[in-house]
């Protein structure tokens, strides 16, 4: 059984600053790509930041030079810091990976994963 479980999310102020933390548990053999997509009320979940398994990043136009980030490779974790907070970020957050998992029997498979969600709320 794999798993992705989060934690950081919070109420802050217009601003300020949070860090989102994700990691990965179970019987995993590897990790690919890695993301943090977010989804307000009454839209649709959008991707705000991945991580390529090689480290590559990209990040939705919004959240540019305020959102980073970043992975643990040792502890199957991705982290997302995010300053100068505003309002609109007020949202959902959900961790995201694509991860090969051992399966009994020594066999592996690929699969997507979805972190249960974190709220982030950002007051004016």
């Known amino acids: 059984q794999v798993q992705l479980v989060e934690s950081g999310g919070g109420l802050v102020q217009a601003g300020g600053s949070l860090r989102l933390s994700c990691a990965a548990s179970g019987t995993i053999s590897s990790i690919g790509d890695m993301g943090w997509y977010r989804q307000a009320p009454g839209k649709q979940r959008e991707l705000v930041a991945g991580?390529?398994?090689?480290?590559?990043?990209n990040y939705e136009d919004s959240v540019k030079g305020r959102f980073t980030v970043s992975r643990d490779y040792a502890k199957n974790a991705v982290y997302l810091q995010m300053n100068s907070l505003k309002p609109e970020d007020t949202a959902v957050y959900f961790c995201?990976?694509?991860?090969?998992?051992?399966?009994?029997?020594?066999?592996?498979?690929?699969?997507?994963?979805w972190g249960q969600g974190t709220q982030v709320t950002v007051s004016s």
């Open positions: 995201n990976a694509n991860i090969l998992a051992r399966q009994s029997g020594g066999t592996t498979y690929y699969n997507n994963y």
């Open positions: 991580i390529t398994g090689g480290g590559r990043t």
